[in-house]
């Protein structure tokens, strides 16, 4: 429900937006379902606000949050060949912003995009510095 959302919102976003905004929700999405040990009657809420200049989804679920581990690393799921993880990296690389804060037994993880915005890793260190 949540992809199908943003996709709706596709004719009115960059088309690069729109297809990272689909992409990024999945994760958030699928990390809360998979990850966040969460009771079969649980619920998932997802939020989205967009305006001409930022799109914002956030993803929030009362699951067990994030562990010690780094929420951008990846990991090989046991028994499996299979990477996982992969989820919170994406994010970290594609969204302009995001974030995550866990308050109350919530998590909620967010993300903005921005239609011309220049991610920050993609800034060269000396066009990043003011002169």
Do not use: C, K, Y
Not at 32 to 49: C, M, Q, W, Y
Not at 101 to 120: K, N, S
């Amino acid at each position: 429900m949540a992809r199908h959302a943003v996709a709706g919102l596709a004719p009115f976003l960059d088309p690069a937006v729109a297809e990272n905004a689909e992409l990024l929700v999945s994760e958030l999405v699928t990390n809360s379902v998979r990850h966040a040990g969460l009771p079969v009657d649980a619920t998932i809420e997802f939020s989205l606000r967009a305006t001409r200049d930022v799109l914002m989804v956030e993803v929030a679920d009362a699951g067990r949050g994030f562990d010690d581990d780094s929420p951008t690393r990846w990991r090989t799921e046991d028994g499996s060949e299979r990477a996982s993880g992969w989820g919170l990296f994406l994010v970290e690389h594609i969204a302009d912003r995001w974030g995550a804060v866990q308050m109350d037994g919530e998590t909620r993880v967010w993300f903005e995009l921005r239609p011309g915005a220049q991610h920050p890793a993609a800034v060269a260190p000396e066009a990043a510095v003011a002169h």
